[in-house]
């Protein structure tokens, strides 16, 4: 097995002897690394590869391009060690035999092949921050690890569901704590979803980009923050995500907004993500192309903008041949008396994209929002790998039912593509669709941030006994309990009746009679 490097600048060496292995020099930017190549591998004049990327590093180096022969070489020297960055590219592999692979694999000194070499330059910086840069490179090597050990593919079956012990903090001062994320499917419960909710101001969101910056293994500043896991780490045994979904409306959100450097511009334009990891929401970059990443200013995407996405998401969704799981998932939506006029099947079909923005224009607010969460979501979960999906809010702009019909429609595309979501929410009709296992209540005193379990069930319970249960309303520090305090003082329970119409509830009457009472005794 030869191999021959075409280098981004200068001349090239080339061969003729079959099989052999073209490396295309990529300048994709490690903080620093630029270890990138594209393989293609010929076995015969006729018949060829794309095999897709892979990186090579040197374990001594710390930055800049992996020195390569600028002569056909058979194998790389001591010190370099590759890894692929999917699965698909050992699966190729494999398929061809080992005759192909056998060489091909100790030729690039690839670590998922060969343990000896994994332990000569795991310890480096350069493993690390660049070979394994993106959370999916770690399951990648253990699942080609998995396929050459045992001398068969690895199975590629659906999950009865798992755990995620997440170690983080909300803010670099605090304190950090451990929560943990269930996803096992008991019995015939819905288990897709975990909800993380509490008061403004304990985190919620910050959790959910921290999650983000850790499951993917993008939007860190530095290679410091890699190796000193700014964002946090996964305890035990790392979860399968190999795709990080993150959904956010709202213009305070603090995920990391990709399109840093043009590299990452060509790849959004070109696939929509960054090794796995997507952002659907209403910021982008702007303002000065020369700052760092982390100076960079924001703005939110104009309707023009968000009308373009939208159609780009479908499309990606009929190249994919999805659509007819698309109009399946959102069939919850047609339940819903606001999207019953709007007619989705229509809308989804037998139009152009001029007629389709057209229809997307005269929308309201809220049906976009749902409309293009779930084609994008469609259009970007994996489908042949678990899927992390981050929703920071889902009930900005969805009125109760609408929002209630949204989370079946997300059920039912996270159980289609094998993904997992976890939701911050201020809503308790997000919990009133989520078992209580599942359910997350994050509080903050001073420096030091806890989750607790709710202890009633949720699912299914009314809106006022979450509402209690989460945000301890039955204290009598509520608005309504001051005005009405404040008018029982003054005035007979019938004169405050007849204020409101006669329309007061049970618990108000009740409320206003204990104030009374407490005065009268």
């Not at 001594?60 to 060690?81: D, I, N, Q, V, W």
């Not at 780009?312 to 698309?326: P, Q």
């Not at 152009?352 to 929002?369: I, N, P, Q």
């Not at 001073?446 to 202890?455: C, I």
Request: charged share 30%; hydrophobic share 35%; aromatic share 10%.
């Amino acid at each position: 097995m030869k191999f021959v490097v075409k280098f981004l600048s200068g001349e090239s060496p080339a061969t003729k002897r079959y099989p052999h292995a073209v490396l295309t020099q990529n300048n994709w930017d490690d903080y620093g690394y630029k270890t990138t190549f594209q393989v293609t591998l010929h076995v015969t004049a006729d018949e060829r590869h794309h095999l897709g990327n892979i990186k090579i590093i040197e374990a001594h180096r710390t930055g800049g391009y992996t020195e390569m022969p600028e002569k056909p070489f058979s194998r790389l020297s001591a010190g370099h060690a590759s890894l692929a960055a999917e699965l698909d590219y050992y699966e190729t592999l494999y398929k061809l035999g080992r005759s192909i692979y056998e060489p091909f694999l100790k030729g690039l000194r690839d670590v998922a092949f060969d343990d000896e070499i994994k332990a000569e330059v795991e310890d480096s910086e350069a493993f690390e921050v660049s070979l394994l840069r993106f959370v999916g490179a770690k399951r990648t090597l253990a699942d080609a690890a998995r396929l050459f050990r045992k001398d068969g593919l690895p199975a590629k079956r659906r999950t009865r569901g798992f755990k995620v012990k997440f170690k983080t903090r909300t803010a670099r001062t605090s304190d950090s704590f451990v929560i943990e994320f269930d996803f096992r499917r008991q019995g015939r419960l819905p288990n897709r979803i975990n909800a993380l909710i509490g008061y403004n101001g304990t985190g919620k969101t910050r959790i959910l980009s921290n999650l983000a910056i850790v499951a993917s293994g993008y939007g860190y500043g530095s290679k410091r923050e890699i190796l000193e896991n700014a964002a946090g780490r996964f305890v035990g045994n790392a979860p399968p995500f190999k795709t990080v979904v993150v959904v956010s409306y709202s213009a305070f959100d603090t995920f990391v907004i990709p399109g840093s450097t043009e590299q990452e511009k060509e790849r959004l334009e070109d696939s929509g993500e960054i090794f796995g990891y997507v952002y659907c929401g209403l910021r982008v970059r702007s303002g000065d192309e020369d700052a760092s990443a982390n100076e960079r200013p924001y703005r939110l995407r104009t309707p023009l903008e968000v009308e373009a996405e939208f159609l780009d998401a479908l499309n990606r969704v009929r190249k994919a041949e999805r659509l007819e799981t698309l109009l399946e998932v959102l069939k919850p939506l047609l339940r819903d008396p606001s999207f019953q006029r709007i007619g989705l099947t229509q809308f989804y079909t037998n139009r152009d994209d001029d007629a389709l923005a057209e229809l997307f224009r005269g929308l309201s607010s809220g049906h976009k929002v749902v409309l293009k969460i779930v084609t994008e979501l469609t259009a970007h979960i994996s489908g042949s790998e678990p899927t992390l999906v981050l929703i920071d809010e889902p009930e900005t702009h969805l009125h109760p039912p609408l929002l209630a019909a949204f989370l079946k429609s997300i059920r039912a595309c996270l159980e289609t593509f094998d993904g997992y979501a976890i939701m911050a929410t201020h809503s308790p009709v997000v919990l009133q669709e989520t078992p209580a296992k599942y359910v997350h209540v994050l509080r903050r005193h001073a420096d030091e941030s806890r989750v607790v379990s709710p202890s009633v069930e949720t699912f299914a319970e009314s809106i006022g006994v979450i509402t209690q249960e989460v945000f301890n309303l039955n204290d009598g520090s509520t608005d309504w309990h001051e005005t009405l305090q404040e008018l029982a003082r003054r005035n007979s329970l019938e004169e405050i009746e007849e204020a409101f119409g006669r329309k007061l509830g049970f618990a108000a009457r009740s409320y206003v009679l204990s104030v009374r009472d407490e005065m009268e005794g």
